[in-house]
C-alpha cells in the first residue's frame, strides 16, 4: 500500500493544528456568513492596510501584481478570486487548480526565503509559520499577510480578506459559497439519523491512525453533512487515537481520507478487532478526495456536499 509522504505528515503537523488552545473545546458548529468578520467586504482602493488572521495590520501601498501564496487553501482562493495569473511562486504542496502547478515552487513545511525574494514579490499569502520565516521575509521589505483557515467559519472570512488585500471582489466569492451551504444544510436538516462518522486522515502507523478532532475544518463538514463525529471530544484538532479506541467508539460510517494513498475499505474491515464495528458489518466504508475535504478553500461547499452524499444517499436520490 502506497502510503502518505513523510513530507506530507510533518506539513499536517506542523501546517493544520494552528488552532491553539480552542481545539481542546467542545466543537460547535459555526453559521457560514459572510458578514460575521468584521474585515470590509468590499474590495478596498490602494493603498490599504488590511488586518490579518494573527492581528496584523499589513500595509498594501499598490494592487498586488506579483503575490506568492504559501498554503493550498490560500492558492485555492487566489484562483478563485482571478488573480492566478499574479501568483508567482507556491508552496509544495499548492496542486490545486491545475494551473497552479505550473507556477514556481519556493519549498514545502521549510520554504525558500532566498527563492522567495528572488521573485519580487509585492505580497506573501501565508498561513501560520512558527520558524520565523514570516519575520524574516517582512524583513526583506515584503508585505505578509498570514490567511491561515482552520474552520468553516474561516472560509468566508478567508474570501473577503484576500479580497481586500488583492483588489477581488471577495464577499461576492464568500456570499456564493455561503448561499450553497445554506442550502445544503436546509437539506440535511431533513435527515433523520446522525450516523457516528470516523474519519482516518492516515494510518502509516497500524496502532494509532491519525484522525480529526474539535476545532478541525473536517470535523465542521461532518457536522454540517449531518454526521456525529467520534472524536469530537479529542484534546487537538488532528488527534492520533488507537484502534481499540475505534472499535468501542462503534462508527457507523468510516471514511477514508487515506484513500489516495492506498488505503482501502478491504484492508480497513480486516484490521484486527474491526469486524465488529457497525461501518465494516454493513459495508459503511467510504474513500473521499483527500484534497478536496483536507483544504478550508473555496471548494467548501463542494466538500460539504461530496461528504453528505456518503452519510445521508436517500437525501440525494
Request: include cysteine; glycine fraction near 8%.
Amino acid at each position: 500500500m502506497r502510503r502518505r509522504p513523510l513530507a506530507f505528515l510533518a506539513a499536517l503537523l506542523f501546517l493544520l493544528p494552528s488552532c491553539g488552545p480552542a481545539a481542546l473545546a467542545p466543537t460547535v458548529m459555526p453559521t457560514p456568513t459572510a458578514t460575521a468578520s468584521p474585515i470590509a467586504t468590499a474590495a478596498a482602493p490602494f493603498p490599504t492596510t488590511v488586518t490579518d488572521f494573527q492581528g496584523r495590520a499589513v500595509a498594501i501601498a499598490a494592487g498586488p501584481k506579483r503575490i506568492i501564496s504559501i498554503g493550498p487553501s490560500n492558492t485555492e482562493f487566489l484562483f478563485a478570486l482571478g488573480a492566478g495569473d499574479r501568483v508567482v511562486g507556491r508552496d509544495d504542496f499548492s496542486d490545486t487548480p491545475a494551473a497552479a502547478q505550473q507556477v514556481e515552487k519556493v519549498g514545502g513545511v521549510k520554504v525558500s526565503i532566498e527563492k522567495i525574494v528572488s521573485l519580487r514579490p509585492d505580497l506573501v499569502v501565508s498561513v501560520k509559520l512558527s520558524d520565523g520565516t514570516i519575520e524574516k521575509i517582512a524583513g526583506a521589505g515584503i508585505p505578509v499577510l498570514v490567511v491561515d483557515p482552520q474552520g468553516l467559519g474561516d472560509v468566508a472570512r478567508t474570501a473577503i480578506l484576500l479580497g481586500q488585500a488583492i483588489g477581488a471582489d471577495g464577499g461576492a466569492l464568500a456570499s456564493s459559497i455561503d448561499a450553497r451551504l445554506a442550502a445544503l444544510k436546509q437539506k440535511v436538516a431533513a435527515a433523520t439519523t446522525r450516523p457516528r462518522v470516523f474519519h482516518e486522515v492516515d494510518a502509516s502507523d497500524p496502532s494509532k491512525p491519525f484522525t480529526v478532532g474539535p476545532g478541525s475544518y473536517i470535523d465542521d463538514l461532518i457536522g454540517l453533512a449531518g454526521g456525529r463525529n467520534i472524536a469530537a471530544n479529542a484534546g487537538s484538532a488532528y488527534p492520533q487515537i488507537s484502534f481499540e479506541e475505534v472499535v468501542r467508539a462503534d462508527p457507523e460510517v468510516i471514511v477514508l481520507g487515506d484513500a489516495d494513498y492506498g488505503t482501502t475499505a478491504e484492508q480497513v474491515a480486516a484490521r484486527a478487532g474491526w469486524s465488529a464495528i457497525s461501518a465494516v458489518k454493513d459495508r459503511k466504508i467510504f474513500p473521499i478526495p483527500d484534497s478536496l475535504v483536507s483544504r478550508p478553500g473555496p471548494r467548501v461547499a463542494d466538500a460539504a456536499e461530496a461528504y453528505a452524499r456518503i452519510l445521508h444517499p436517500e437525501l440525494f436520490r
